[in-house]
């Protein structure tokens, strides 16, 4: 017996799973934006190397500016607490039945370090670091 998955991308907008589902599409994106960026972080440096190229040194300077690294570092941690809390309740199923509290931990744990993050790196991109 198979399950019937032919939901359509409307009816899979209404679906109210919440936190979880939230975080599960987040994750994927962040996961995405991760692929992208080191992707173009390698392509901007062979190009930079091998020709001096004029959209190599663009991508060079967006990268260097702390309001994109703002984002990417949002990527980052958010990718790596999620992960990591998947990785516990993948390893102690026990825990599954308190999934939605190891949510709100890990947004406990997230808030903080992004925030001490983001005052940093705007103190840095205000003075001129």
Do not use: C
């Not at 992004?114 to 205000?126: D, K, M």
């Amino acid at each position: 017996m198979s399950l019937n998955r032919k939901v359509g991308f409307f009816q899979g907008l209404k679906y109210r799973g919440k936190g979880p589902m939230w975080a599960w599409m987040l994750h994927r994106i962040t996961g995405l934006s991760i692929i992208l960026f080191v992707g173009l972080h390698v392509f901007a440096a062979f190009f930079m190397q091998q020709f001096g190229s004029d959209a190599a040194t663009f991508i060079n300077i967006v990268y260097e500016s702390w309001v994109f690294q703002i984002f990417v570092i949002f990527i980052v941690i958010f990718h790596a607490l999620n992960g990591s809390r998947i990785a516990v309740l993948d390893i102690w199923p026990q825990l599954q039945m308190y999934q939605r509290e190891a949510l709100w931990l890990e947004w406990l744990v997230f808030i903080p370090i992004y925030s001490l993050t983001i005052f940093i790196l705007i103190q840095n991109g205000i003075i001129g670091f």
